[in-house]
């Protein structure tokens, strides 16, 4: 044997240690349980700050409300438990029926005007197919204008004696009105400027929807010998329901709210003809220092409009 030869080793001798252990036991890589919490907890990370928001801002007042709504509260004052007191006093208020009235009458004529215009704007917007983007801002320009100073302005625009209204309606020899100082006109007029301040938005969500439609459809509906009404009402309204159901919810909320237009414009009159729920919490709490009425109102606001949407969302999820 001329060179040395190198012992074998053993066939089942153990691998030499590399030093490495398994993951998940004392070392290595975390398990995926310690992943999992680990991502969730920097997702929960990233959610504090608006859930404090939320907290504080929202969720907050409104179970402050609710506790209110049982208690004779005056600020500076120790609060004073009353029970239903509250609530059996504003059913008493004779202003209470004539509140809701009024605010389902405006909620009422709000959605006839205020869901059909901004949805033909729509249509009309996407026909075009020149100077599409001007006539965007155009309409998305009243959404841009601060809620009271639309206000303002209308309520100028209505004055009966210098209004602009009264005088293009006199210079085209037609009858004058009292628009926001009658009885009979002045909640109707309220629910024009609430429509010409909001549907600039409406308008473009319906915008977009409307974009999103396949454009083989209405091939096939024209190839069918389908005239506009009828592809607006087989093509386009199927097609969009969805947004139109959601944005339907949305306008009752908004509009069973109305306050700056009452409390601009009218005051709440002629002979509270524009007192709404929302103008009545606001006599209440700040004219009346009545803070547990002004609660009180506000939670069956809130039982109203939660049950309303409750059974709205239940009956399109049973048509869906």
Request: with cysteine; charged share 10%.
């Amino acid at each position: 044997m001329t060179t040395a030869q190198a012992p074998q080793r053993s066939a089942a001798a153990p691998p030499p240690d590399s030093g490495k252990r398994p993951a998940g036991r004392g070392g290595g890589s975390p398990g995926p349980l310690r992943r999992k919490l680990s991502h969730q907890a920097r997702a929960y990370g990233f959610l504090l700050g608006g859930l404090l928001c939320f907290a504080l801002f929202s969720w907050y007042p409104a179970i402050r409300a609710v506790i209110i709504a049982f208690q004779k509260y005056t600020p500076g004052s120790a609060p004073e438990w009353v029970g239903t007191d509250n609530f059996t006093a504003v059913f008493q208020d004779p202003e209470f029926g004539t509140a809701w009235r009024n605010t389902l009458v405006f909620t009422a004529i709000a959605l006839l005007i205020g869901f059909a215009v901004p949805f033909l704007m729509a249509l009309v917007l996407n026909e075009l197919r020149h100077a599409r983007a001007f006539f965007r801002v155009v309409v998305y320009l009243p959404v841009m204008i601060p809620p009271v100073v639309s206000a303002l302005l209308w309520k100028w625009f209505y004055d009966p004696g210098a209004g602009l209204a009264n005088e293009v309606l006199g210079a085209l020899h037609l009858p004058t009105s009292n628009w926001s100082n009658g009885s009979d006109t002045a909640l109707i007029s309220l629910v024009i400027v609430a429509t010409w301040a909001n549907m600039g938005g409406t308008a473009l969500i319906y915008l977009a929807a409307l974009q999103g439609i396949p454009g083989e459809l209405y091939e096939a509906a024209e190839l069918d010998g389908a005239n506009i009404w009828q592809r607006v009402r087989h093509v386009t309204i199927p097609q969009t329901r969805f947004i139109m159901l959601m944005l339907m919810l949305l306008q009752v909320i908004a509009t069973m709210q109305v306050f700056t237009e009452p409390f601009v414009i009218t005051g709440g009159g002629p002979e509270s003809s524009t007192v709404t729920i929302l103008y009545l919490i606001y006599k209440y709490a700040f004219l009346y220092n009545n803070f547990g009425g002004a609660c009180a109102l506000s939670v069956m606001l809130l039982v109203v409009l939660g049950l309303f949407s409750a059974l709205y969302l239940r009956f399109t999820r049973t048509d869906d």
